[in-house]
């Protein structure tokens, strides 16, 4: 248990799930993985699979038809996880917040640990953000480590 | 045979589909018989805003309508405004519009071209193209301050001048893209997977992709010669250029067509910067919008049109937006009959979707 | 009056009768649909049909009161299908034979259409649909 929860914090996996966004985020995590910014660096992989996955990137507005599919998502993470919010619409709804089929913010639906600010989020902030999303993961895999040793 | 059918749902958490859409196929062991989107996962309702946002608002919302085409969109906007209240834009203005809404193009190329790689299983493709994609991205932060959403567009001109050293390094990066992509040209063009799997998948004649309202690359690979900046909005009326047509119809076709258009776009491009007058760039606005407009303008993905009504006061009575994407979707639903499972991702791609922009 | 980037469009006033009848004659003119568009008013709808041919559009226009059929033109032209399933659910228009009838969920709920269009290619397809079934079967009957 501790080996296995030691190296998905040294190596997370991201599954990334675009919720309602005007892409401008979506490309902007993409760029991350190629060349001039590659978070592969960091042990980072994205991957299709959210069973497979560590940390979840969100970007854009939730409304009510894929906050089911969000939410759906989330459950399929395995424990311990993280969720990082990119961008303004994920945050709190940005520019789309008065819309009439627009829920403000991801954390209205699953618990958010990370915001990364910014319409579009540039991929230096989401690095940063995945970056400080991994020292709670830590956090969470050493509570989780304790745990299991008091157990 | 009824009872061999089976229904794959197709999305929206796929790994190809940079975006949630449904598919709904049914399959007959490997052919797909039928299909039915399920869209809806981004719908904002964005429209609606114009009842709170007044009409110099309304471009930022605009452009937020998609991150990948977000100048040409609040271009379109700006287009109705100002076509609504008879504004003169100076050419100067014009010709920025011009070299901005062009850089967008090459970027949404490169962009698509980097995801279709990725759907092939060409990893280093996907990476080789977002590089180059990556410098198209940078001179926009140079000339805007800004990667992505670049909000330079305003009623009545552009909001930032391009200084005259940044021009000819527009010029320096076209060449350079130009040389890049050309690289990358010979070796996904004759490439024997590359071919195997696009030469005749997904073919629209050229009669069904106008019936069907087909709009950008989709049509132009058809055969039709269709191209909303032949109307000559923006700067466009001033420079030379040519609509890329292919005839085929298929996935290969649609993917060369996207690629001489790189090569048109940055040939524009160097006109552009080749004929920019000096002058102001914007002048001021006075009044409020009032009347009826309908403007085409043509996007990476296809032709978008934007329909506005003013009432004479800050804020519009309507606007509407029909995006590309909008438009090519009854083109794919009859393009998937016939097709293979497998190809499925491929064919969804050449019609480079954008959900974003066709649920708004 | 709508007015194009360069010109004015070519604008036809017609009624929800004539609607299917111009539009045909559109189509067989080599004319394509582009959009239809919704101007709502107190008791009213304003709609406008967008059709072009090369760089020219033409532009149908007609107003029907709330709550009357439209016929739909998506049997002429299937693109006009998604455009009106939207108008459908964001305005609440009602259209008499779309070739598939999203029963006013396109955008808007979160149920999901339960069973594909039997036919596609066909273009006479109507959905069974969890939300409405029993309204659906009703009507069929009736």
Redesign the interface.
């Known amino acids: 248990m501790g080996l296995i929860n030691n190296s998905r914090a040294k190596s997370p996996w991201v599954v990334h799930f675009d919720c309602g966004s005007c892409n401008g985020c979506d490309i902007e995590v993409l760029a991350c993985l190629t060349p001039l910014y590659d978070i592969e660096r960091f042990g980072i992989l994205n991957i299709g699979n959210p069973k497979h996955a560590d940390v979840l990137l969100v970007t854009g507005t939730v409304n009510p038809r894929n906050e089911r599919v969000l939410r759906n998502v989330y459950e399929q993470i395995p424990e311990p996880k993280v969720v990082v919010a990119i961008g303004a619409c994920a945050c709190t709804g940005g520019v789309f917040a008065d819309c009439y089929n627009v829920i403000q913010g991801v954390d209205k639906i699953i618990p958010v640990d990370v915001y990364v600010p910014g319409c579009a989020a540039r991929p230096e902030a989401i690095i940063d953000g995945v970056v400080l999303g991994l020292q709670k993961f830590q956090e969470k895999v050493e509570k989780m480590n304790k745990k299991a040793v008091g157990n | 045979m009824g009872d061999r059918r089976t229904v794959i749902p197709f999305g929206p958490q796929h790994p190809v589909l940079p975006e949630p859409i449904q598919l709904k196929l049914v399959l007959e062991d490997e052919k797909v018989v039928e299909a039915l989107p399920q869209i809806g996962y981004i719908h904002r309702g964005l429209e609606r805003l114009v009842k709170v946002r007044d009409f110099n608002q309304m471009v930022f919302v605009a452009e937020r309508i998609c991150g990948i085409c977000s100048f040409q969109h609040a271009m379109s906007y700006c287009l109705s405004i100002e076509r609504l209240m008879n504004i003169e834009v100076p050419e100067r203005a014009d010709y920025l519009r011009v070299i901005w809404s062009e850089l967008h193009r090459v970027h949404s190329h490169l962009l698509w071209l980097g995801l279709m790689a990725d759907a092939f299983g060409f990893e280093a493709m996907f990476m080789e193209t977002w590089k180059i994609r990556e410098a198209v991205v940078d001179m926009m932060e140079a000339t805007a301050g800004s990667r992505v959403i670049i909000s330079t567009c305003q009623v009545g001109g552009v909001r930032r001048d391009i200084a005259p050293e940044l021009l000819q390094q527009i010029v320096k990066l076209a060449d350079d893209v130009q040389r890049r992509v050309k690289a990358i040209e010979h070796s996904v063009l004759n490439d024997y997977t590359i071919k195997k799997r696009t030469v005749d998948k997904g073919v629209i004649s050229k009669e069904q992709a106008w019936k069907l309202g087909a709009a950008g690359p989709v049509l132009r690979a058809s055969g039709v010669k269709w191209d909303a900046r032949m109307i000559g909005y923006a700067g466009y009326k001033y420079l030379n250029f040519e609509p890329v047509v292919e005839t085929a119809g298929d996935c290969y076709a649609r993917t060369k067509v996207r690629f001489r258009e790189m090569f048109v776009a940055l040939d524009l491009l160097r006109q552009a910067v080749a004929k920019i007058p000096a002058g102001e760039i914007n002048v001021k606005v006075k009044g409020n919008p009032e009347g009826e407009a309908f403007i085409q303008v043509e996007q990476p993905r296809g032709e978008v049109t934007y329909t506005v009504k003013g009432n004479g006061t800050k804020n519009l009575e309507k606007m509407h937006v029909r995006t590309p994407t909008f438009a090519n979707i009854p083109a794919f639903l009859t393009m998937l009959p016939g097709c293979e499972l497998a190809d499925v991702p491929v064919l969804a791609l050449t019609i480079d979707p954008c959900i974003s922009c066709t649920e708004r | ?6 010109k004015e ?1 070519n604008e036809v006033q017609t009624t929800a009768d004539k609607l299917f009848a111009e539009t045909q004659k559109l ?1 067989d003119n ?1 004319y ?4 239809a ?4 008013a107190e008791d009213n709808f304003e709609l ?1 049909y ?1 059709f072009g041919k ?2 020219d ?1 033409t ?1 149908l226009r007609l107003t029907v009161p709330k709550g009357a059929e439209i016929p739909s033109i998506s049997p002429i ?3 006009a ?3 009106e399933n939207e108008n459908q659910d ?1 305005y609440g228009l009602k259209y008499k034979g779309l070739v ?1 009838d999203f029963g006013g ?6 149920d ?2 339960e ?7 066909g273009m006479n397809v109507s959905l069974v649909k969890k939300w409405n079934k029993k309204a659906d079967t009703a009507k069929k009957e009736g």
Do not use: K, W
């Not at chain 3, 009056?1 to 360069?6: F, S």
């Not at chain 3, 069973?115 to 290619?121: E, L």
């Open positions: 009056m709508l007015h194009n980037q360069t469009t189509a080599g394509r649909f582009i959009i568009d919704v101007f709502e406008i967008q090369d760089y559009a532009t032209f299937f693109n299908l998604l455009i964001l598939v969920r396109l955008y808007m709920s979160q999901e259409v069973a594909p269009p039997q036919s596609m290619a």
